[in-house]
Nanobody
Framework: QVQLQESGPGLVKPSQTLSLTCTVS??????????WSWIRQPPGKGLEWMGA???????YYSPSLNSRTSISRDTSKNQFTLQLSSVTPEDSAVYYC????????????WGQGTQVTVSS
């Protein structure tokens, strides 16, 4: 059973960089053909896919967030990390990490989510 757990600060100041880590257990992030993603949900809005890192280390980003987003990984710890720069209060959301499977990138495993608030 694959499990994902998000961690990071719950409060970030405007203009700073938001950094979250997803720790994966029950499966390796280097296993072929799986991708590992970040998704967020602002209050009262729908889910927004932010980006992903693949089993080979390739990265993929939402065009709307590409300039501010960076996803990396630490294979020794089986973790992947999201960095979102120059945050504003509009970046306040519940942030989820999830595994993507298959050619359709079906989200088959999710973390429980972590609330991040951007405020001074």
């Amino acid at each position: 059973q694959v499990q994902l757990q998000e961690s990071g600060p719950g409060l970030v100041k405007p203009s700073q960089t938001l950094s979250l880590t997803c720790t994966v257990s029950g499966g390796s992030i280097t296993t072929n053909y799986y991708y590992w993603s970040w998704i967020r949900q602002p209050p009262g809005k729908g889910l927004e896919w932010m980006g992903a890192i693949g089993y080979s280390g390739s990265t993929y980003y939402s065009p709307s967030l590409n300039s501010r987003t960076s996803i990396s990984r630490d294979t020794s710890k089986n973790q992947f990390t999201l960095q979102l720069s120059s945050v504003t209060p509009e970046d306040s959301a519940v942030y989820y990490c999830a595994r993507l499977s298959g050619s359709s990138w079906y989200k088959d495993y999710w973390g429980q989510g972590t609330q991040v608030t951007v405020s001074s």
